[in-house]
């Protein structure tokens, strides 16, 4: 009986194993089918360019395995940054590609003179993830002289991108900046958003007509509503109004957000490029004002005690948005938290588990709020669990990360390489394949970067 046990145990780990190599492979497949010329799409038809924070997590799997492909992607990104410094959230490196909204034309990114006329772009950008993805891969190819060459020229244009969001998205220089587009934050429709979003009132003539592409590419009870789609459209017609970097954005824009996360990322980034100049020999002394700024008013300003969690600050209207989400956990990835904040963040997370969920839902199990189907209200992001997977081990939460790294490896076994993933274990049961596009970019790259020591 003992002998059957031990011979069982020894196969579920071997046939674990077998599962895990298998699928490192499928990830590398769907990320050289998803390749084009010097960049990554994140997925067939349904995000035909290059995004600028999935191409960073791309970036990060490649690394491990084809340091040329990883260098290229983040070279092509650069490629679209503008002269104030601001790293596009899309590239559109065709212009032949007619199946997404907002295409190209529709942003029209030419009202900023400093924006680039190839390639075209969107006229916001995305959590700035390339400081930390540039230390991970110069740590990791420290002896390859052309991976040092390259993090030496890039590094003044990820300091550039810094001084950008510092200097047209801080208005009370307090090192803590503002989006001004839910779609900036990443989190696209999350109901962090929702009571800002409703806010704006969409007004015959407000907007001008459009016509949507994903509700036909894939399905609708998985994609933001239209009355959102609505109110992202006004707001990228008021950036585009300002020339997307006038200061009078944050005097109009009623959607006017600190968020938690995005300010948490950036300080991660900051101290990524401190640590690079050390090791590099360069100058960082504007990124250390940076972030002894930031890191001495991020607490007062984003922390609620009675939630024990971060959360986003409305600047519009001056108030903490009381809810918990992903984006609060995220600060144990930039060190943040003193260890008794940690410590709360952890609980929460290892209740959720006891519940019934797969870790990170993207939001508040038990908000009336939460979906654990549509999109950021609810679903389990990879790219996310990699962020809070290295946040719990900064703070030797070693069984919470494990299970955090392990319930999204589980998740891609069952369900396959898809965008993002039901949280609830018992509706999993029920599932053959996960939520939104399927071979997506950033799940196969953060699955290998995660199985990177195999």
């Known amino acids: 009986m003992v002998l059957l046990f031990i011979f069982k145990s020894s196969w579920d780990y071997y046939k674990t194993d077998l599962d895990t190599l298998r699928d490192l492979d499928k990830a590398k497949q769907i990320l050289e089918n998803n390749w084009r010329d010097g960049f990554t799409i994140p997925t067939s038809k349904l995000y035909p360019f290059q995004w600028m924070w999935d191409s960073g997590f791309v970036s990060l799997g490649t690394s491990t395995y084809n340091i040329k492909m990883s260098l290229q992607e983040i070279k092509k990104m650069f490629s679209g940054q503008w002269e104030n410094g601001m790293i596009p959230h899309i590239l559109f490196h065709s212009e032949n590609e007619k199946t997404y909204f907002p295409n190209f034309d529709f942003w029209n990114s030419a009202v900023n ?18 400081g930390f993805i540039l230390e991970d891969i110069l740590k990791n190819h420290w002896k390859n002289q052309e991976v040092r060459d390259f993090v030496r020229h890039i590094f003044p244009k990820v300091v550039h991108y810094h001084r950008f969001l510092y200097t047209y998205r801080d208005p009370n220089r307090e090192g803590l900046f503002f989006i001004y587009h839910p779609w900036e934050s990443g989190r696209d429709n999350s109901p962090l958003w929702d009571e800002a979003m409703r806010s704006i009132e969409i007004l015959p003539g407000s907007i001008p007509p459009y016509q949507r592409r994903d509700t036909s590419i894939s399905e609708e009870d998985q994609r933001p509503t239209q009355d959102k789609y609505d109110r992202y459209v006004y707001l990228l017609e008021l950036g585009k109004k300002y020339q997307y970097d006038g200061k009078e954005i944050a005097e109009e824009s009623p959607f006017l957000m600190q968020d938690n996360m995005m300010n948490a990322i950036l300080i991660k980034s900051n101290a990524s490029l401190i640590q690079i100049a050390k090791d590099l020999q360069l100058d960082a002394g504007e990124v250390m004002e940076w972030q002894a700024l930031s890191r001495s008013n991020y607490d007062h300003k984003f922390w609620n005690e009675e939630l024990g969690m971060y959360v986003a600050y409305d600047l519009r209207n001056e108030k903490q948005v009381l809810h918990r989400e992903i984006g609060g956990i995220v600060p144990l990835f930039a060190n943040i938290p ?12 290892e209740d959720i588990s006891k519940r019934g969920f797969y870790l990170c839902p993207s939001f508040d199990v038990d908000s009336p709020h939460f979906e654990s189907k549509r999109y950021w209200r609810g679903p389990i992001w990879p790219q996310m669990n990699w962020m809070v997977y290295h946040g719990l081990l900064n ?19 069952k369900l396959g390489f898809f965008e993002y993933f039901e949280a609830r274990k018992e509706v999993v049961e029920t599932l053959e394949k996960g939520y939104g596009g399927d071979n997506f970019s950033w799940t196969a790259s953060s699955y290998i970067h995660l199985n990177s020591g195999l």
């Open 113 to 130: 003179a400093g924006a680039p006329s190839s390639p075209k772009s969107s006229g916001i950008t995305q959590p700035a993830v390339f």
């Open 395 to 413: 703070y030797s939460f070693k069984e919470t990360a494990e299970l955090v790294k392990s319930d999204l490896i589980t998740l891609i076994h």
């Open 338 to 349: 003193d260890e008794t904040k940690a410590s709360k963040i952890n609980t929460y997370l």
